[in-house]
């Protein structure tokens, strides 16, 4: 295999897993099956053997990991797969049909998730980001984060994932501010839009800041946090409305800055993507 792979982190993480980890799947000596590292996240595929057409077949045993309760649970699904030579490699061919997919939607949820610029916060980190870049947006090399015009300032875009899946969007104001007056300013005129934008519901409280707040103390000394949270209304009818589905939470916030003292930042979050533990 080339570097190309290395460097996207696939191969040589294609290990061959025992045919009985797989008792829902064909046990017989024409199947073989392996776990894979797919952009960032690790999946089972199998291979086929068709001796009598001298093909090989390709395809997952299910579309995630996280969707079934392990290998156990696996099984084949009727698509995608993929045909090759039977001479071919197995871990060469499992590379190629994943190049086939590498940039595919068949890996985002069916739910109603938070937009961002009307791209739901889903899916592989390298999905989002082709999306941005069709939008004008450009990745910043040294900091691999993305470069453009919001809402008419100039802002980096930061593309955050849990278990490689997208969960949010960190939107950076690159304005910063020394003053506590013009930090407020800006704040509360995020505020103001926000609550004229009848895409999103509003917390029933005013989230402005008080002109007259010291800033600089209450964070520097009382470790108070400004924040103000919105939700994007679900699309479809209302009285259609799933009461169980997780909010479109929007977020717009004031951080301590690196080159000023405050920055405006705005988050757009998947719920159903957040962390929520899995790893410790």
Sequence with gaps: MGDEYLSEGWYPDCTQISNKEF??????????????????????????????????????????????????????VPAPCKSFDIGQDDKEIINQFLEKYKDAEVFLTEKDVTKFLGIPIDGTKNII?????????????????????????EVYISILTNRYKVWAI????????????DAIIAFNHYIDLFNKNDRYL??????????????????????????????????????????????KNVCVAITKGVLTRYNIVLLYTNEYNRPDGEDL
């Design 23 to 76: 008792p829902s799947a064909p046990q017989n000596d024409d199947y073989r099956y392996y776990q894979v590292l797919f952009e960032g996240d690790y999946y089972y595929c199998y291979v086929e053997v068709h001796k009598d057409y001298g093909t090989k077949v390709v395809g997952f045993l299910s579309m995630s990991v996280i969707e079934t309760d392990g290998p156990d649970e696996a099984v084949i």
């Design 129 to 153: 980001q082709q999306k941005l870049v069709a939008k004008g947006f450009k990745v910043e090399p040294s900091t691999g984060m993305l470069e453009g015009e919001f809402n008419g300032e």
């Design 170 to 181: 960190g939107v950076f104001i690159k304005e910063g501010y020394e003053y506590d007056s």
């Design 202 to 247: 509003k917390l029933p409280v005013d989230q402005h800041i008080p002109e007259d707040e010291n800033l600089f103390y209450q964070i520097m000394v009382n470790n108070k946090t400004y924040s103000a949270y919105y939700a994007q209304i679900p699309e479809g009818d209302p009285s259609e409305w799933d009461p169980y589905s997780k909010p």
